[in-house]
């Protein structure tokens, strides 16, 4: 079964990222593979930290569900209860051109900054070989922000 999920997300891929290679930028998609490969035999997508940012519950004999339902938070179009394709889906929005994101919008690395975070650590990127973008609207929101500390309030259950 992981074979099929591992080529499902390959094929998924190419397809929806084929622009990488028509841009005569193979390396780019090579690299993308090489990723999601990595992520395949670290069984990243069983995860409980990739559980945790998607939002993921177990089903009983049915794989997990996402409580998320909006569409825009998933790359994937089964990602709501297919954690490989998701995170497959997840590494290739991130190779994203900038040139290609809609106006208004924000590129996969700045929408999904914990993803990406955590992705980093667990992979490593190359920065010479994946575009780090720039996410100007979060660190304006950060930088406004300036959180300090936490406080965290319980609440007697009645």
Same mark, same amino acid.
């Given at each position: 079964?992981?074979?099929?999920?591992?080529?499902?997300?390959?094929?998924?891929?190419?397809?929806?990222?084929?622009?990488?290679?028509?841009?005569?930028?193979?390396?780019?998609?090579?690299?993308?593979?090489?990723?999601?490969?990595?992520?395949?035999?670290?069984?990243?997508?069983?995860?409980?930290?990739?559980?945790?940012?998607?939002?993921?519950?177990?089903?009983?004999? $049915?794989?997990? *569900?996402?409580?998320? !339902?909006? &569409? +825009?938070?998933?790359?994937?179009?089964?990602?709501?209860?297919?954690?490989?394709a998701e995170l497959a889906a997840t590494l290739a929005s991130f190779f994203l051109p900038l040139s290609e994101v809609p106006e208004g919008k924000e590129h996969p690395q700045c929408n999904f900054p914990a993803r990406f975070k955590w992705l980093n650590q667990q992979l490593s990127?190359?920065?010479? $070989?994946?575009? *780090?973008?720039?996410? !100007?609207? &979060? +660190?304006?929101?950060?930088?406004?922000?300036?959180?300090?500390?936490?406080?965290?309030?319980?609440?007697?259950?009645?």
């Amino acid at each position: 079964m992981s074979y099929r999920i591992l080529s499902f997300g390959l094929v998924f891929c190419f397809f929806l990222f084929s622009h990488l290679a028509l841009a005569n930028n193979e390396e780019v998609a090579h690299y993308l593979i090489e990723l999601q490969q990595q992520a395949q035999q670290k069984k990243l997508a069983q995860a409980r930290v990739w559980h945790r940012l998607l939002k993921y519950n177990s089903q009983l004999f $049915r794989g997990v *569900i996402s409580e998320a !339902d909006g &569409l +825009d938070f998933f790359n994937a179009p089964q990602g709501k209860t297919d954690s490989d394709a998701e995170l497959a889906a997840t590494l290739a929005s991130f190779f994203l051109p900038l040139s290609e994101v809609p106006e208004g919008k924000e590129h996969p690395q700045c929408n999904f900054p914990a993803r990406f975070k955590w992705l980093n650590q667990q992979l490593s990127f190359d920065p010479q $070989r994946l575009d *780090i973008q720039s996410c !100007d609207r &979060l +660190d304006r929101w950060l930088g406004v922000l300036d959180p300090v500390g936490v406080t965290l309030v319980l609440l007697p259950i009645l």
